[in-house]
């Protein structure tokens, strides 16, 4: 009888063992995660942080989200402004608000990403991307990409979704209108060498303009002192004479200064 009564508490000590593997009241919180608990189907209202937290078997459920930065890549097909098709390859890093998983949870589910993450970030670049030509768009990607960043940490924000980072890092159109844009900017590269070009031109052409006022100025003001002033006359002939006589044909050089008129 004493050996029955003994075996009894390792009986009931097995079965809770048992009863505890097979309900397993017991949940861990890993590193970068949240936790949601759902007590008898009402999401319970705070989220449970890293480490291990119990709960009711068959009464209450726990979930597990991911909370770390997410980095993804994606391709997507959009339309400018011009009708002209476009490959747009671009980065987004976000994450899920860590304090607030249970209300996603609890208003979208576990699959955020594909319900509201995808179409929002889609929806945008449609939209931003909409507003430009394309060959604006190549020369304007940062503007673009900021307006598209700000626009989605705005919308998603409302949905417990934090949008760090967003990057387009490829636009591709196709070849035709890429040649096209080839041409036409070799076109404008030809037109202002020949608008330089002919600027030069002009200008060189102003200046000898210049230059040539400016030499009959000279002349008509020397003209008129040479005129006015005997003395200057010959002063002028001084400075241009070659230090020779000049010869005539008797054979006698005569001084061609009139020493009179110097005195």
């Not at 970068?32 to 937290?53: F, M, T, W």
């Amino acid at each position: 009888m004493d050996k029955k009564y003994l075996g009894m508490p390792l009986i009931i000590l097995g079965l809770l063992v048992v009863f505890l593997v097979m309900c397993n009241p017991f949940v861990m919180v890993g590193p970068g995660e949240r936790g949601i608990k759902i007590n008898l189907g009402h999401v319970q209202p705070e989220s449970y942080g890293e480490g291990l937290h119990t709960i009711f078997p068959f009464i209450q459920k726990f979930k597990t989200m991911d909370v770390k930065t997410q980095r993804n890549q994606f391709t997507t097909s959009v339309y400018t402004k011009d009708i002209q098709q476009a490959r747009i390859t671009y980065v987004i890093n976000y994450n899920v608000e860590p304090d607030r998983v249970n209300k996603l949870f609890q208003e979208v589910g576990m699959d955020y990403e594909a319900k509201i993450l995808s179409p929002v970030v889609e929806g945008t670049i449609k939209d931003i991307i909409g507003k430009w030509n394309a060959q604006d768009l190549i020369a304007n990607r940062e503007k673009a990409t900021g307006d598209i960043l700000f626009k989605l940490q705005t919308q998603l924000k409302d949905n417990y979704i934090n949008v760090s980072d967003f990057q387009m890092t490829g636009i591709n159109y196709s070849d035709v209108f890429e040649r096209a844009i080839e041409s036409k900017v070799t076109a404008e590269q030809e037109a202002l060498k020949a608008k330089n070009k002919t600027v030069q031109v002009q200008e060189e052409a102003r200046q000898k303009v210049i230059a040539a006022e400016a030499e009959a100025k000279s002349m008509a003001i020397r003209a008129q002192a040479l005129s006015q002033n005997k003395s200057l006359v010959q002063y002028e002939a001084v400075q241009k004479w070659d230090g020779k006589m000049p010869q005539y044909m008797l054979g006698n050089s005569v001084p061609f200064i009139n020493v009179s008129a110097a005195k």
